[in-house]
């Protein structure tokens, strides 16, 4: 709401975390957004599944942006916010005819002109003309068939490519019986429209999408995010370190290079924790008007931003919790302990079944025979620190 000075935007923070950031501040990722707008250009369909907190968003609303400079009509539709079929119907109906009509709601505003109200705002008909048919439908299955012929139709109409997001796809699944089968049979085959699907449960869109038999078997192209470029979350280490030093010299901090290298180092150059540990200790150096960054503030900031990422952490480690052995094992490879106690009280199939399983969910990686690590070593400290599987952070001694 307007205050009273009108709307002004607040200035984006220093170091963004959580959510969507700016191009400006999405390190790293210049390659895989090229390749991503060419492919979506040649009319490929995408497949992004990755880990989470590692810019899968911040870098698919950064390629629609482009392909909208290139004249594309795009879509973007976070799956995890739907509740229902209609809903997702709808948001993808509404983030379509936005691309004609300039505003966010034209299904509403179709709504009360199918009623037989005039319009908030001002709407031309050939506006509101495509939403008024899917307006008028009851039928929620219906809704959402036409809903998913939209694409096509406005392909057709305007000559133009559209480009459509499904963000967390996977979780569109959750809405009802054989969504992926009727989203399949309405997407393939339609003319002048590229799909993009976004997905952080790594083993689900796996499935979906290279398994025979599922639904989207074969239909999108992976393309690799986590190691693109052979670099750990496929970031290169002299692109944080340019973005790092930057950021701090434009509110003139010093920071150097064996600096940057232990932050990097701490996170394991994870996007969002790298973000965060940076952001807690530009805050650091603000607050005490220090200039230069020591190896002592590093710390200090460190154990700041460990407790800011509580939250996503507890979140994962409450998800392991629900399959039997997952946290324990997750300890003793957090712990470096191990891994098959000759008489221990997992059996060793259990073992390797939940190794598998934490893989498959992006939190450990193989480094070799028997010998596993996690892929964010900030979560790794985090489940060192839990006192006996309970979700609290107890300081190391
Ligand atoms: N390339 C990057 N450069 C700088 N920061 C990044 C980058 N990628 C991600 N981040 C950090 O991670 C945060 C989360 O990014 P984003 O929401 O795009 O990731 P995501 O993979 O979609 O996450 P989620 O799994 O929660 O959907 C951002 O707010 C930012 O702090
Ligand atoms: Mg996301």
Redesign the pocket.
Known sequence: MPGPFGRVAAPPPH???????PAA?????EAYIRRAVERLSDGSHLLVA??????????ILEVLRRLRRKGALTAYVDCLGATDLRGLGERLADALLENVSGTERTLAQAKAVAAGMRPTVRVKYEHVELALELARETNAQRFFDAALDLPRTLAARGGKRVVVVF??FQAAGRLGPRVFDVMRTHLQAQRGVAYAF?G?EEGIMEQLFSEKGRAFYRFAVPLDLADAGGHRFG?APDDWLD?IRGKFAERRIAVDESVVDRLIDATGGH??D???LCAALYYLMRDSGQRTVTAELLAVAYEQAMRELERPFALHWSEIGRQKYLQAIAKRVAERAVLYASEGEVPRPEVLRALEALRARGLVTRLGRGKYDFVEPMFAEYVRRMSGGEAAIVPQH
Do not use: A, N
């Open positions: 170091f963004p975390v959580g959510g969507p950031v501040d999405l390190v790293g990722r990755g880990p989470r907190r590692i810019g899968k968003t911040s870098i963000d967390e976004l952080s970031i973005y996007p969002q790298t973000m965060q």
